[in-house]
């Protein structure tokens, strides 16, 4: 059976944005006849607010949209990272890392999805743990692994390319797990078989196909959807105030009628959507 999951970040109020993507996945799971599930990614403390929970319920229900199964909150998922974690540097994949951002930007010779790779500074050095980040070997990992494929719906069949990212944080200083190794286990724990999100994050799941190998984790299918954009051609964003799902609610505005528009690809002035959205294939 099919199953799909919304995991917004009480970090801000939910945008358009994230209505069309809880739409997509809410819809992909309907017209399948599967389950469409909600996940809290509220893991980052300095962050996360936990009076926005609620707001984002009632931001799914006026929407229309109905979940199948409880809530579920990464936070309730520490000991599953730290688990996972310690797997990982059993199989010496794993190796901490002091080097701020800065040091980071200033060593780099390239550029990754994430943005400048990691140029390997802290590898093999004798490096004190104590409140470091803890990176991935990639190579050795990747080598580990072996050649692996992962399919999304829209883009067919990838082959696995995870060494563009460079060594990534996968325990991070302020959290407990990287957005690659949090995502990548709640998905497996929640039994999520189609993983859905913005074109934004296509390239991740090229780290996150590495990990299921590595973890020895189902692989679901990915649906990578386009992203609704600022007139500008930005995607919208909590930190850029972007239109509040909460705003128009408590405006008065329809939530059905609103999931409608954004189904049938009408939005308000100045948003734009990529073709293929494909939400009901």
């Not at 069309?20 to 509220?42: K, M, N, S």
């Not at 300095?46 to 609620?54: G, H, I, K, M, Q």
């Not at 990534?168 to 929640?190: F, G, I, N, Q």
Request: net charge negative.
């Amino acid at each position: 059976m099919i199953r799909t999951r919304f995991a917004p970040s009480p970090n801000g109020q939910l945008h358009l944005g994230h209505a069309y993507a809880a739409v997509v996945a809410h819809d992909l799971a309907r017209a399948r006849g599967g389950e469409f599930l909600l996940r809290i990614e509220d893991i980052d403390g300095t962050r996360s607010r936990a009076e926005l929970v609620p707001e984002i319920l009632a931001d799914l229900e006026w929407l229309g949209l109905t979940l199948d199964g409880p809530v579920v909150y990464q936070s309730s998922r520490l000991e599953s990272y730290a688990a996972a974690a310690e797997r990982l540097k059993a199989l010496g994949l794993l190796y901490p890392c002091q080097c701020t951002r800065a040091e980071v930007l200033a060593a780099a010779v390239e550029l990754g999805p994430d943005g400048p790779v990691y140029p390997g500074t802290c590898r093999g050095r004798d490096v004190d743990p104590q409140g470091a980040a803890w990176r991935i070997d990639m190579a050795k990992a990747a080598a580990l692994a072996g050649p692996l494929e992962w399919l999304d719906e829209l883009a067919g069949v990838q082959v696995a390319a995870p060494e563009q990212f460079g060594d990534v944080v996968l325990l991070r200083k302020e959290a407990p797990a990287s957005y690659h190794l949090a995502a990548t286990l709640d998905d497996a724990a929640d039994g999520v078989t189609l993983v859905t999100r913005g074109q934004d994050l296509f390239a991740a799941s090229h780290v996150h196909r590495l990990l299921q190998a590595l973890l020895d984790l189902p692989v679901p299918v990915w649906h990578h959807h386009p992203l609704l954009c600022e007139a500008d051609g930005r995607k919208l964003a909590k930190r850029r105030g972007s239109p509040a799902l909460a705003d128009l609610r408590k405006a008065g505005e329809g939530g059905p009628a609103v999931a409608a528009a954004l189904r049938m690809d009408q939005f308000p002035t100045g948003l734009c959507l990529g073709a293929g959205v494909g939400i009901g294939a």
